[in-house]
């Protein structure tokens, strides 16, 4: 089997058994570290990514570095994502440095530029065997707590009918859609369109896994329908960074002297790591 074969029975193996993939984005050790015991613990999938901003902030080989690492430690592959890279060059840079999957947004763009970039990423993602993520509709929001309500509007969501044009003309591996998610937890919680996902589903399943971004936010029932209705990866980002924050200052207040960071870093590990958990627990419906 090749390389693309190999990773997305990963992903198809989820999907008849009625799971999705936790993809968990970090940006240092101890969040990789996090997530990496999470998994361990549980014996359930995962898969790490880094933003644009992430990789640019880590390095993309130090990225791929700790993912080899992690790897030799659990004994087991990890798939490696560039999440929301917006540029032909950045997702070629991630692909060169050895990332396993990577993901264009081109939301913001036309249908037809959109279509065009992607393709043009799948065609150099599939001389390297790196699996691709396209993105039809537009999700608003950012990987942080709002303060006010995040407005959706009806043109922000993925048309069916686009998103099968987009993936017949694209052949990307995954599609991102836009169906009441949004990305970081707003002080409304998001409601889902099952039913939009459900036609999105019918329309791209044949060729392309389905991803919903925006997984910290949504309430856990919703989760669930739209596990039960064609998602087999959902991203994870802000409430594992907000468990990261929240162990890192009370390991400073509780060791207000202390400069080490192997003395410091273990709670602030352990907080991301019962973060991840929760979020695995509830992909795998185990809880």
């Known amino acids: 089997?090749?390389?693309?074969?190999?990773?997305?029975?990963?992903?198809?193996?989820?999907?008849?058994?009625?799971y999705a993939i936790g993809a968990f984005?970090?940006?240092?050790?101890?969040?990789?570290?996090?997530?990496?015991e999470a998994s361990s613990r549980l014996g359930l999938p995962f898969m790490a990514e880094t933003s644009q901003a992430e990789s640019s902030y880590l390095g993309a080989q130090t990225a791929v570095a700790l993912k080899k690492a992690a790897e030799l430690e659990i004994k087991k592959p990890i798939i490696l994502n560039l999440d929301h890279g917006r540029?032909?060059?950045?997702?070629?840079?991630?692909?060169?440095?050895?990332?396993?999957?990577?993901?264009?947004?081109?939301?913001?763009?036309?249908?037809?530029?959109?279509?065009?970039?992607?393709?043009k990423v799948v065609n150099y993602a599939r001389k390297n065997g790196v699996l691709v993520e396209g993105e039809v509709g537009y999700l608003r929001g950012a990987?942080?707590?709002?303060?006010?309500?995040?407005?959706?509007?009806?043109?922000?969501?993925?048309?069916p009918e686009e998103a099968r044009e987009f993936v017949e003309n694209t052949g990307v591996d995954f599609l991102a859609i836009a169906i009441?998610?949004?990305?970081?937890?707003?002080?409304?919680?998001?409601?889902?369109?099952?039913?939009?996902?459900?036609e999105i589903n019918k329309a791209v399943r044949k060729s392309?896994?389905?991803?919903?971004?925006?997984?910290?936010?949504?309430?856990?029932?919703?989760?669930?329908k739209a596990i039960e209705n064609g998602i087999v990866k959902i991203n994870v980002n802000t409430e594992l960074r907000i468990a990261w924050r929240n162990g890192l200052r009370n390991?400073?207040?509780?060791?207000?002297?202390?400069?080490?960071?192997p003395v410091i870093m273990p709670s602030v590990i352990e907080e991301v790591r019962k973060a991840a958990e929760a979020k695995l627990k509830l992909f795998s419906g185990k809880n």
């Open 25 to 36: 984005n970090f940006s240092e050790i101890s969040q990789l570290k996090g997530i990496v």
């Open 87 to 119: 540029s032909f060059e950045i997702l070629k840079s991630a692909i060169d440095a050895g990332y396993d999957m990577v993901h264009f947004d081109g939301s913001k763009l036309p249908l037809s530029e959109n279509i065009k970039i992607a393709k």
């Open 143 to 159: 990987s942080k707590i709002h303060t006010e309500d995040v407005i959706i509007c009806q043109k922000d969501m993925t048309c």
């Open 1 to 18: 089997m090749s390389d693309i074969g190999k990773k997305r029975a990963f992903f198809e193996k989820a999907r008849k058994s009625g």
């Open 180 to 198: 009441g998610n949004l990305h970081g937890i707003s002080a409304k919680k998001p409601k889902l369109d099952i039913k939009r996902l459900a």
């Open 251 to 261: 390991s400073l207040i509780k060791n207000r002297d202390e400069v080490a960071p």
């Open 208 to 224: 392309a896994f389905l991803v919903l971004h925006g997984g910290s936010g949504i309430p856990p029932a919703q989760i669930k």
